[in-house]
């Protein structure tokens, strides 16, 4: 079965770094592209970012752009999210999903993460 | 970007009951080649994930109950619980796939009246 598991959440300071992982199990992670969602807390869904199934033309939320780089390894099934000079506004729950479909066209998310807690407070 | 509007922002309904949340893009998700509109549902528990219910605005997602059904074209869209469980208390969003940025309705909070 499908399985995402996300890590690398904590808590840390405005301005700081942190590297989100989420590994993936139970699909051909190689044919599918790949998402992070965030979740503020009390609030509602944000995206945040996608990355194609090959790694190429990756695409950004303009909050984050600039600032976040996703990523993936395909040899190690897993996906990561590079946090840089984060924010308060960035404290949320982020959560990795699977698109519905394979390779290239856009697809919902049938697939999510538990979700990893990021806290930016100083 | 592409906004997308819910309404009610909550609504109660009594057990059995029909609960009716809609959604409305600032453009259209219709995708002319294909006829296909890039509109999803997810459904979302205190403490969980979001849960796929309805993908291309009426299709359900393996495993979900058929009370639970999606209409709408263009930009307007309805999700449609006909016949309201308790296990239905949740919050619901809408989402558009057909352009990034990706974009989430504000989400709709079904309670039991």
């Known amino acids: 079965q499908v399985q995402l598991v996300e890590s690398g959440g904590g808590v840390v300071q405005p301005g700081r770094s942190l590297r989100l992982s989420c590994a993936a199990s139970?699909?051909?992670?190689?044919?599918?592209?790949m998402h992070w969602v965030r979740q503020a807390p009390g609030k509602g869904l944000e995206w945040v970012a996608v990355?194609?199934?090959?790694?190429?033309?990756?695409d950004y939320a303009d909050s984050v752009k600039g600032r976040f780089t996703i990523s993936r390894d395909n040899s190690k099934n897993t996906m990561y999210l590079q946090l840089n000079s984060l924010r308060a506004e960035d404290t949320a729950v982020y959560y990795c999903?699977?698109?519905?479909?394979?390779?290239?066209?856009?697809?919902?998310?049938?697939?999510w993460g538990q979700g990893t807690l990021v806290t930016v407070s100083s | 970007d592409i906004v997308m509007t819910q309404s009610p922002d909550s609504l109660a309904v009594s057990l059995g009951e029909r609960a009716t949340i809609n959604c409305k893009s600032s453009?259209?998700?219709?995708?002319?080649?294909?006829?296909?509109?890039?509109l999803a549902w997810y459904q979302q528990k205190p403490g969980h994930p979001p849960n796929l219910l309805i993908y291309?605005?009426?299709t359900r997602e393996s495993g979900v109950p058929d009370r639970f059904s999606g209409s709408g074209s263009g930009t307007d869209f309805t999700l449609t619980i006909s016949s309201l469980q308790a296990e239905d208390v949740a919050v619901y969003y809408c989402?558009?796939?057909?352009?990034?940025?990706?974009?989430f309705g504000g989400g709709t909070k079904v309670e039991i009246k």
């Open positions: 999903a699977k698109v519905l479909g394979d390779y290239s066209s856009p697809y919902s998310f049938d697939f």
């Open positions: 139970g699909f051909t992670f190689t044919s599918y592209a």
């Open positions: 990355i194609p199934y090959d790694g190429s033309n990756t």
């Open positions: 453009q259209s998700v219709l995708y002319s080649s294909n006829n296909k509109n890039y």
């Open positions: 291309w605005a009426s």
């Open positions: 989402q558009q796939y057909y352009s990034t940025p990706l974009t």
